[in-house]
């Protein structure tokens, strides 16, 4: 056996991977830390600037703001395949951030690596496992009670493998990551779909699963398929009651939750002046919901301020020096182009049950009442990654001072999610939480909460038809409390105020009166609030754990009777034959996101445990067969019964399983449990009419095959009675069709053709049985 050490080199060699921090040896103009936390970790503009001047000549062309940041971190600027929507880029990022929800899978991975330390610098959050139910001190003293084995787990890893850890209570993953790490030009992965926040700072930020997380903090050059870019030119400028949040609201209605799919989404133009850098990041943010790779702005004097009041002025002073690397080149392609008139954009409310059914606020009253939506609003929550900001709490409570004056409270229940100690600590400070409680909210903790089904809601009974709007950006089915008849409406913290205020969807602040307590009526005017607090942010609480510099004395325990951690196994490598006989274990009619496939909530306990979150696989989503969700037919015993249940019997007796499933299967979060779990209890191929990037990669990383039907129309020839026979497999190259073979009961077979995206290294990982195992190969 090679001594350990040889064996970390062996694997460095064969994958092409740097040295730990070897970047920070190299020569840069100035030297400047890429955050406080970090102060020998630098940015590299100059490395930038030289692998775009490498690409620039190569291509011949201008380059848009995407291009110059994702191709100015490839491993091989000059020898690259680049080609939009279809070669496979080989990336280095310079950072990686993780949720505590995916973090525990992520490290665990990361453990079963055999790797000691991370090669970039890697944070992990704690923000998703704080239910809300009383308030922010109880609710934040009862997660770290009940959490406290996986809190322990997480710091414990963050401090032997190098990843900095933030406690409970610091604080929503993309408010922290905006406030201190995000940078112009900087390449960073999340663990999380909405990491693209970090673009309203100039960077490319894209959300991921762990296994690619762990690619990165193994040093593996990371790959993503070239992206096209769509192009949304903004003119005009935002005022009145129009918010940065109404922007994305009317592109998600243009585009739909799948237009986006494959793409970066870069906007550009005069109106981008008129944002602010928090707005730009709201817009970033919610981009997740329209199947965008990421989404980025160009660095501008909002940026700059925000970076300065953040206490980043170095920052901005460098990325001054480098701006035409931040910027687009004039007269550059985009794949598809957009134009948004802000001056002539209206306030937006987007729902339910999908966040791209797009109304004016004018006109959704009117709408509800015609489709039998709930016209009384039961709750209106502000907060979330996507609003949290100084400006978005300072413009709430500028509306609810108008409503206070007048006697007024919200006749709907109000709930303030503060996206990070340090805004939590500077609206205390500076009145705006006083203000929002007074018109009767809630503070909840600094957390994800109510957004992520961390909600423990007692004023309805499941089942029964209600209405709530969220400034959050996500409302699939059942998310923010697992009531499918729960009516999740999306729009900016200023409209969910005033709404509140209302209590009634039939409600247009532009336009309508309210009644005070005297009697007299009176409309509210458009907040104003300022971006920025005119002094210093107050910080807040220390919540930042460093990761101590020799870590060779930490010990990092799972225990084998833990419910909520469990240690990883190997998956099974393919046997070399193709996929005979496979039994359908469920097809999926209509939307099946991330949340039907492993939903949140009170499953998020056990992130850390595979076996035991599989007890969620597909529970929400919809079986063709009957129209019921969680139910489906045993093969063998011919008996209906829940999903996982099914899919353990037949992992029992040794039958392997497909899912058949509809358009932008796995859309939504970027949970790989969502592709953990099918693996883990037997699935051997997912095949649908189209993919949702994210998951798409996630099935590829765990061994599995995600397919599509080269005709949609062959979705309609399978019936879950059916069995599929997938051939091809011993010649499976790139871009060569699989051919898949149903049999019907009656004997009949029909054959179809299935498509798929694999390039020659995601063929290894299908091989090996996992990305994780192809690593541990290149090890030996």
Known sequence: MAPYSLLVTRLQKALGVRQYHVASVLCQRAKVAMSHFEPNEYIHYDLLEKNINIVRKRLNRPLTLSEKIVYGHLDDPAGQEIERGKSYLRLRPDRVAMQDATAQMAMLQFISSGLPKVAVPSTIHCDHLIEAQLGGEKDLRRAKDINQEVYNFLATAGAKYGVGFWKPGSGIIHQIILENYAYPGVLLIGTDSHTPNGGGLGGICIGVGGADAVDVMAGIPWELKCPKVIGVKLTGSLSGWTSPKDVILKVAGILTVKGGTGAIVEYHGPGVDSISCTGMATICNMGAEIGATTSVFPYNHRMKKYLSKTGRADIANLADEFKDHLVPDPGC????????????????????????????????????EKEGWPLDIRVGLIGSCTNSSYEDMGRSAAVAKQALAHGLKCKSQFTITPGSEQIRATIERDGYAQILRDLGGIVLANACGPCIGQWDRKDIKKGEKNTIVTSYNRNFTGRNDANPETHAFVTSPEIVTALAIAGTLKFDPETDYLTGTDGKKFKLEAPDADELPKAEFDPGQDTYQHPPKDSSGQHVDVSPTSQRLQLL?????????DLEDLQILIKVKGKCTTDHISAAGPWLK???????????????????ENGKANSVRNAVTQEFGPVPDTARYYKKHGIRWVVIGDENYGEGSSREHAALEPRHLGARAIITKSFARIHETNLKKQGLLPLTFADPADYNKIHPVDKLTIQGLKDFTPGKPLKCIIKHPNGTQETILLNHTFNETQIEWFRAGSALNRMKELQQ
């Open 606 to 624: 056990f992130r850390g445990h595979l076996d035991n979150i599989s007890n969620n696989l597909l529970i929400g989503a919809i079986n063709i």
């Open 569 to 577: 196994e190997p998956f099974d490598k393919w046997d070399g034959k």
């Open 333 to 368: 392609h985009y794949d598809q182009l957009i134009e948004v008139n802000l001056s002539e954009l209206k306030p937006h409310i987007n729902g339910p049950f999908t966040p791209d059914l797009a109304h004016p606020v004018a006109e959704v009253g009117k709408v509800a």
